[in-house]
């Protein structure tokens, strides 16, 4: 069954420093997304991605993130300069036309020290 | 204003029981409701979705949405020590970008 990839699974960095997050989805799907879970709390959705640009961002998505599709495959996700509270789990979800289609991925759980 | 309410748990239940899982929400506008099951340190998984009200079953599953009252549940049948996880509400409006909005999950265990 097609799934979505994302690596590292586990990235520790120190406050400030810059952070990419990449995702591979499915390949024949349409939308992509970002969300985000910080431990004890609600999946929390942060982009959406659709024909090569941004189609809605959430509060959360704030200047300090950015999002690209540099290739038919990739999907990053990057923190400019990482704050404490952006430790959490973070992950990328694919679909296609249907909107119960969502495909998640593992996740990377993000530390920031 | 939360969109979504959700009972964290946790729940404990004996293998073969009854489980009702519940969600509520504020936003009249969510046509689309998904549950989502999410094991320790994975993505959810889809479980069952429903389209506005009314009931779905499969299997041990069934998915109930009352729109007038906001309210959804899931409910599993003869439960099994499998079924222990994260059970995720998640819900949308239904407009082709469809972001989701999830509860905070109940944590399940169902022991032998």
């Known amino acids: 069954e097609p799934e979505v990839t994302q690596t590292p699974s586990h990235q520790v960095t120190q406050m400030g420093q810059e952070v990419i997050l990449r995702c591979v989805p499915i390949?024949?799907?349409?939308?992509f997304y970002w969300y985000r879970q910080i431990l004890g709390q609600k999946v929390e959705f942060l982009v959406s991605?659709?024909?090569?640009?941004?189609?809605?961002k959430s509060e959360i998505f704030d200047d300090q993130f950015s999002v690209e599709r540099p290739d038919g495959s990739n999907f990053t996700l990057k923190i400019r300069s990482t704050k404490l509270e952006d430790s959490a789990m973070y992950f990328c979800?694919?679909?296609?036309?249907?909107?119960?289609?969502?495909?998640f991925g593992s996740g990377t759980r993000l530390t920031v020290v | 204003q939360k969109e979504v309410e959700q009972d964290p748990g946790p729940l404990s239940v004996p293998e073969g029981a009854i489980v009702s899982l519940n969600c509520t929400y504020s936003n009249s506008a969510f046509q689309y409701f998904m549950w989502y099951r999410q094991y320790s340190r994975k993505g959810p998984e889809l479980l069952m979705y429903?389209?506005?009200?009314g009931n779905k079953e499969d299997g041990r599953f069934t998915a109930q949405v009352d729109k007038s009252s906001k309210y959804i549940s899931l409910f599993i049948r003869d439960s099994q020590p499998s079924d222990s996880a994260t059970y995720l509400c998640a819900m949308t409006r239904g407009s082709t970008l469809g972001r989701l909005y999830f509860g905070r999950g109940t944590q399940l265990t169902v022991w032998p």
């Open positions: 991605f659709y024909n090569n640009e941004i189609s809605e």
């Open positions: 429903t389209y506005s009200s």
């Open positions: 390949s024949n799907h349409l939308y």
């Open positions: 979800a694919s679909r296609g036309s249907s909107v119960y289609g969502y495909t």
